[in-house]
């Protein structure tokens, strides 16, 4: 899934989900999100919140979203239109 789908279907920015993606090693920097961020990604990607957070796949830590989940394209229109729709009600 691309950084602007998800951006799109879980209502955090593009750049944002780009920040938590990127990781320095060199200089120990990790990505330090809200919880509301994790919850709105997990529910996005239709995923536990627990498994975006390191060790939340038995002691794995998850490198990228792209680990987490890949989905079709029709997917994510699906669900694409269906927030469009709960934006409208």
């Keep these: 899934m691309s950084q602007k789908a998800l951006a799109e279907i879980s209502g955090v920015s593009r750049s944002q989900i780009s920040n938590l993606e990127r990781?320095?090693?060199a200089l120990n920097l990790r990505a330090d999100p809200q919880l509301s961020t994790l919850f709105k990604l997990a529910y996005a990607l239709e995923v536990p919140?627990?498994?975006?957070?390191?060790?939340?796949v038995g002691d794995e830590v998850v490198a990228a979203l792209d680990d987490v989940a890949a989905f079709s394209a029709s997917y994510i229109d699906r669900r694409r239109f269906a927030a469009a729709d709960m934006v409208l009600d």
């Design 23 to 25: 990781t320095d090693k």
């Design 49 to 56: 919140p627990s498994l975006l957070l390191p060790g939340g």
